[in-house]
């Protein structure tokens, strides 16, 4: 997979994201082809507000303030039904972004109303193409192998974007040595979790993530944890 995923552990589009989101924008392979020193291309940015279902166009429309805002060619897709999701006359200008952006919001309804359709097989096809696919919040959550549901409590299968991973989002105030147990006790095993703290992100891709932001990460293996800043890069082997 050549393109890059970003997961962000909320408080998307806010004072302190600045600068991990313009490494995100920055990230798409078509961005950094095409800048030359005295003309950066401005990254093409779509944001997808379907996980906001309290206010899905106010969420969309900060995010796409947010991203103009530093410098990025931003729009929103208010993508926020399954039949929608079906329909790629619909969701076509996110297969021209260099970057999707998945807003925070409800997981469980992200996950059913992306979940095997042609939309996530045009996103997957995107990034295999040098895109960047984003998510925070319940955005990360989704993209893992395995999602915890906050409503309906226990484990299901997410997207599978980001293989062998479990996101924990706004780990800022956790208490690790707390979650690590917890994890052993309820969560699949098998997999690694991370615990991404708000206006924090783990860019990159499978085997080759790096943390950016404001906070750290958290990396959950077994038994064990480890707390990485911005600028480490996290083990390999997930």
Not at 101 to 121: A, D, M, N, Q, V
């Amino acid at each position: 997979m050549p393109g890059q995923i970003a997961l962000v552990g909320g408080d998307e589009f806010r004072s302190g994201c600045e600068a991990m989101d313009r490494k995100i924008m920055a990230a798409s392979r078509r961005v950094l082809d095409s800048q030359t020193p005295d003309n950066p291309a401005p990254a093409k940015v779509v944001v997808v507000p379907t996980a906001a279902v309290t206010g899905p166009a106010k969420a969309a429309n900060d995010g796409a303030t947010y991203f103009g805002a530093l410098g990025g060619d931003s729009s929103r897709l208010m993508l926020l039904e399954r039949s929608q999701a079906e329909d790629p006359d619909f969701f076509h200008p996110a297969t021209l972004a260099d970057v999707v952006y998945f807003t925070g919001g409800s997981p469980e309804h992200l996950l059913e109303t992306i979940r095997g359709s042609k939309f996530l097989t045009a996103l997957l096809a995107l990034v295999a193409g040098d895109s960047v696919l984003a998510g925070s919040s319940a955005g990360a959550m989704a993209m893992g192998a395995m999602m915890r549901r906050p409503r309906a409590g226990g484990w299901v299968e997410g997207l599978g974007v980001a293989p062998g991973i479990g996101v924990l989002p706004h780990h800022e105030h956790r208490d690790q040595a707390e979650t690590s147990k917890e994890l052993q006790q309820s969560a699949p095993s098998g997999l690694t979790y991370l615990g991404i703290d708000a206006r924090t992100g783990c860019l990159g891709t499978p085997g080759n993530w790096r943390v950016v932001g404001f906070g750290r990460v958290t990396v959950y293996q077994g038994t064990d944890w480890q707390v990485f800043n911005a600028g480490d890069t996290l083990p390999t082997g997930f």
